[in-house]
C-alpha cells in the first residue's frame, strides 16, 4: 500500500497537486491571471497560464506566461522530471535600455525571486533581450518606447511533497519586478482566487 507521500507524488496525482495550486494561488491584485492552452508536445502533461500585469492607472505595465512541464520519464535536458518555462515583458524607461548591465540586472531579478521565496530550483537557462523603438512617417507623433524580456526556465527541486507554491510566489516577484509594481510589504497576504477558465 502506498504512503500518503508516494501518492502525492506519483504521476498524475502529483501533477493535480500543481494544477490545482495554480488555480488557488493567491495572485497579486495587480496580476490577472487566467489559463491557456498548453503545448501538447514537449511533455506528456502541461498547464499555462497567462498573466496581465497592470500598473496604478489600471493600464497594462507588463505581460508574461507560464508554463508548467511534467514527464514522469524523466528528461535528460532538465535533469528531473518537471520544468518551469517562463516568459515576462514590460516596458522600461529609454535610459534604462541603454544600460549595457540591464540584461544581467533583468537575469537576477529572476534568480533572486527563486531564493527569496525558497523555491529551489536547478539547471536555470534563458535570455534577457532590451530593445527600443522609435517611429517614423505616419507614425511619427508615437512615443518612442523601449522594453525588456526575459526568457527562461529551470528545474524545481521537490523534496517530500510536489510544491509548486514557491515557484509561483517567484514567478509572481519576477513579473512584479519586471513591470516595475512596488514590492508588497511584510505580512500582506493576497486573497486566494481561482482561476478565470477561458
Do not use: K
Not at 32 to 38: H, L, N, R
Not at 46 to 69: C, F, K, N, P, Q
Not at 134 to 151: C, H, M, Y
Amino acid at each position: 500500500m502506498l504512503s500518503e507521500v508516494e501518492t502525492l507524488m506519483s504521476g498524475d496525482s502529483s501533477f493535480e497537486r500543481i494544477t490545482d495550486a495554480i488555480e488557488s494561488f493567491g495572485w497579486r491584485p495587480e496580476i490577472q491571471v487566467e489559463q491557456i492552452p498548453a503545448p501538447q508536445r514537449i511533455a506528456p502533461h502541461a498547464y499555462a497560464i497567462e498573466a496581465s500585469v497592470l500598473s496604478t492607472t489600471d493600464d497594462e505595465a507588463g505581460t508574461g506566461r507560464l508554463i508548467v512541464l511534467y514527464d514522469p520519464s524523466g528528461s535528460q535536458a532538465w535533469h528531473g522530471t518537471y520544468r518551469c518555462v517562463s516568459f515576462a515583458r514590460a516596458n522600461v524607461d529609454l535610459e534604462m535600455v541603454t544600460d549595457p548591465l540591464l540584461a544581467e540586472v533583468g537575469w537576477t531579478w529572476l534568480t533572486e525571486a527563486l531564493v527569496t521565496n525558497d523555491a529551489e530550483y536547478h539547471d536555470a537557462s534563458g535570455t534577457v533581450t532590451a530593445v527600443s523603438s522609435r517611429s517614423f512617417g505616419e507614425l511619427a507623433g508615437e512615443a518612442d518606447r523601449a522594453e525588456i524580456e526575459i526568457r527562461a526556465s529551470w528545474t524545481p527541486e521537490f523534496t517530500e511533497l510536489v510544491d509548486i507554491v514557491p515557484h509561483l510566489a517567484a514567478w509572481q516577484a519576477l513579473l512584479g519586478t519586471t513591470a516595475g509594481l512596488p514590492p508588497m510589504a511584510d505580512g500582506v497576504i493576497s486573497l486566494t482566487t481561482r482561476l478565470e477558465r477561458q
